[in-house]
């Protein structure tokens, strides 16, 4: 079974507001964690990422925050956009490995 | 750079007929994936190479089969396709398998019938 997976599968954000989309994992041994974001109809790109040895990291209008105690893993969009309308994955690697398990994606809608 | 170009975009195949995707980047990067993403869920990865002539299954490899003889190049073959194998399939790159950034291509949208 997949070791990464999304709580909810859609989210719907008023624009302005701040959004926040979980994840939950189970493989401990994962030490690198990464959100990608794919626009319809385009590949997937790449957000933000976070080492396990860490527990919040900070890129524009994005945070992702860590909880290895209950393998829980949240991408924090401020001021959510038109343009952040999209699916967004987590996605995670074991230490040392050269593949990314992706979760099945949360569908991000924003209201204007 | 063009990045990670794919091709076709679109194809449509019969059952038993087979096709291959092709795959290529200017990167000049060594590690290189194929997965497929069904409707509404996630990417499995189908085959990954961390460099030229060295290949390695991934989590659903069953139905495909790739091959790296440049850096450039990672061809995806689908021998007698399967409604099964009606998916997107994304190519990706990366610089090194450490850190987690994947470059992907647009993607190829299959359809078996």
């Known amino acids: 079974g997949e070791s990464v997976g999304l709580h909810l599968p859609t989210l719907s954000v008023q624009e302005g507001d701040n959004s926040i989309i979980n994840c939950a994992y189970s493989?401990?041994?994962?030490?690198?964690f990464i959100w990608y974001k794919q626009e319809s109809g385009k590949g997937p790109q790449f957000i933000i990422d976070?080492?396990?040895?860490?527990d919040k990291r900070q890129g524009q209008r994005v945070t992702v925050l860590l909880n290895k105690t209950v393998k829980h893993l949240s991408l924090q969009i401020a001021a959510t956009q038109p343009g952040d309308s999209a699916v967004y994955f987590c996605?995670?690697?074991?230490?040392?490995?050269?593949?990314?398990?992706f979760g099945a994606g949360t569908t991000v809608t924003v209201r204007a | 750079n063009a990045g990670v170009t794919q091709t076709p975009k679109f194809r449509i195949l019969k059952i038993g007929q087979s096709m291959t995707l092709q795959c290529t980047q200017d990167?000049?990067?060594?590690?290189m994936y194929w997965y497929r993403q069904d409707p509404g869920m996630g990417l499995k990865l189908i085959y990954y190479?961390?460099?030229?002539?060295?290949?390695d299954k991934g989590e659903v490899p069953n139905g495909y089969n790739v091959s790296r003889s440049t850096t450039e190049d990672f061809p995806l073959r689908l021998e007698l396709a399967a409604p099964s194998q009606t998916s997107v399939y994304f190519c990706?790159?990366?610089?090194?398998?450490?850190?987690?950034?994947?470059?992907f291509g647009e993607g190829s949208r299959l359809t078996v019938l």
């Open positions: 976070i080492r396990s040895n860490m």
């Open positions: 493989n401990s041994a994962s030490d690198y």
């Open positions: 990167m000049n990067h060594n590690y």
């Open positions: 990706a790159t990366a610089g090194t398998g450490v850190t987690g950034e994947l470059f």
């Open positions: 996605a995670e690697r074991g230490h040392g490995d050269y593949k990314l398990s």
């Open positions: 190479s961390v460099g030229a002539g060295i290949t």
